[in-house]
Each structure stands twice: as structure tokens, then as C-alpha cells.
């Protein structure tokens, strides 16, 4: 048998979003009034409810395709969500316990390496990555913005030139803060240190998995298949998606519970 735990946050409004999600509510009574009739004609004296969402293809646990850095990925016209290719989606979960690394500070090479190590575990084309910071324990205030640590350009590198076409990160992005990287560019003038992860998919096609949570739960650092596939909006940037680890039973008894209940 299997076992499945969630990797995903339920979307919903919250200081941890940087935009507004609105939830507009079609109820069981109303629902029979669009369609010219009365609650009294259905089963129940009930019809069926439907809900209005309006929210940003980055809002809660998403995908983002290489459209999303830029036009073009490899001198080639980037590829918008809904042309990912599923294959790049299911593969092996590979966890790195980077949660030393300072909010604000960037994840390194050297961190990565060291994570592997401790992993025991040699990277291979098609791993996916989940870079588990603990910042998901911050979920539903608005440091959830700001407070975590983010991938740099050169540990972006190592991880795509390695065969890595997804990498996923448990905080609000995969880059360090707004604030930190804004703070560092008007300082220094050098403009590399804006979205650093984000624009080195110009050069190599990867995808990114954001505001993932409950990588605690996963029973050690691999040995599990990891599912996340996107919602396929036509020519967008990034999509919602489910992330879920999949694992043997035997790896452990304990349900995918974490915060949120597990999301």
C-alpha cells in the first residue's frame, strides 16, 4: 500500500498572501434561482452551490513554468504552465534540511552540498528537489513574507545543471525576501542580486515549486515519489498545484498532519 501527505497549503485569504483571494459563495438555496427556479423544485428543497474565486496564478501552493522568468529559457520561447511537460512532473522526492541557513540569507552551493551529504544522497536527472527551511511554520501572519531564506543564482545552477527540473521550496518564494533583495540592490547598485533563482531559468528550463509546507512530515530526506502536476491555464506564468509525496506504508504510521492539517 501507499501513503500520501500533503505538501500543499489550502488557498485562502491571509496576511500570508501578498494579494487579496476573494470567495464569492453561489449557496444551495440561491443556486436554484439562476437557474429559474425555486429551492421547492429541487430534492431536499435544495440545489447545488458554487463558488467564485478570484486570486493570482501565485497564490498558494503553485507552479512556476520558465514563461514566468522570462520570454525566452536556452534561446528558446519559454514554456507557459500548461506546456510543461507531465514526465518533469512525478519523480523522486529528494529533502534538504537547510533550516540553519538565516532569514534573509541566500541558500548556497555549499549549503546544498552539505544537505546532500547529511542526505547521503547523489543527485540524478529528474529528482525533485524540496528545499525545507521551516518557514512554513509562519503560515497565516504576514512574516510569512518576509522571515525565511532563499535559493541563489549559482545554488539554482547546481541544482538545474544536475539534472533537477523542479525545485521546490517550503516559504513564500524560492528567492530570498523582497525586502532583503531590494534592500541590497539600492545599497550596492548591482542588479544581480534581484530574483537571482527566478532569472536564471533563462538559461536553463526549470520549474518552482512555492509556499510548499509539512516537509517535516516526510519519515527521512528521500525514498518517496513526489506528484505535481499544475492546473494548466493557457499561457500563463505559473498554476496552482496539489504537492503530494507519495510513500511506501511501511515508511511510517503517521498521517498527513501538519499545519493547516497538513496544508
Not at 105 to 110: D, H, K, P, S
Not at 216 to 225: I, N, V
Amino acid at each position: 500500500m501507499k501513503r500520501l501527505v500533503d505538501l500543499s497549503l489550502a488557498t485562502r485569504d491571509t496576511p500570508s498572501e501578498a494579494t487579496p483571494v476573494t470567495v464569492e459563495l453561489l449557496d444551495h438555496v440561491t443556486g436554484a434561482t439562476v437557474l429559474g427556479l425555486t429551492p421547492e423544485d429541487f430534492p431536499d428543497g435544495m440545489a447545488i452551490s458554487n463558488e467564485t474565486v478570484t486570486l493570482t496564478t501565485h497564490t498558494g501552493t503553485h507552479m512556476d513554468a520558465p514563461l514566468h522568468y522570462g520570454p525566452t529559457s536556452g534561446g528558446r520561447p519559454a514554456k507557459a504552465i500548461d506546456e510543461v511537460p507531465l514526465e518533469w512532473c512525478y519523480g523522486p522526492g529528494v529533502r534538504l534540511d537547510v533550516r540553519h541557513v538565516p532569514p534573509g540569507e541566500g541558500i548556497t552551493v555549499e549549503h546544498l552540498t552539505a544537505a546532500l551529504g547529511e542526505a547521503g544522497h547523489e543527485l540524478a536527472p529528474g529528482d525533485i528537489v524540496m528545499l525545507w527551511t521551516g518557514a512554513d511554520a509562519l503560515w497565516g501572519s504576514a512574516d510569512y513574507l518576509s522571515v525565511f531564506p532563499g535559493l541563489t543564482g549559482k545554488g539554482t545552477a547546481f541544482l538545474a545543471e544536475s539534472g533537477v527540473r523542479v525545485i521546490g521550496i517550503d516559504a513564500w518564494g524560492l528567492d530570498r525576501p523582497v525586502p532583503a533583495m531590494i534592500e541590497e540592490y539600492r545599497r550596492t547598485g548591482d542588479n544581480s542580486c534581484l530574483w537571482p533563482a527566478h532569472i536564471y531559468g533563462r538559461t536553463q528550463e526549470y520549474l518552482q515549486l512555492e509556499k510548499l509546507t509539512n516537509l517535516g512530515a516526510l519519515p527521512a530526506a528521500t525514498g518517496f515519489e513526489v506528484s505535481c502536476f499544475p492546473v494548466a491555464v493557457a499561457g500563463a506564468g505559473a498554476g496552482w498545484t496539489r504537492v503530494v509525496a507519495v510513500l511506501d506504508d511501511a515508511d511510517g504510521p503517521d498521517g498527513p498532519d501538519g499545519p493547516e492539517g497538513s496544508s
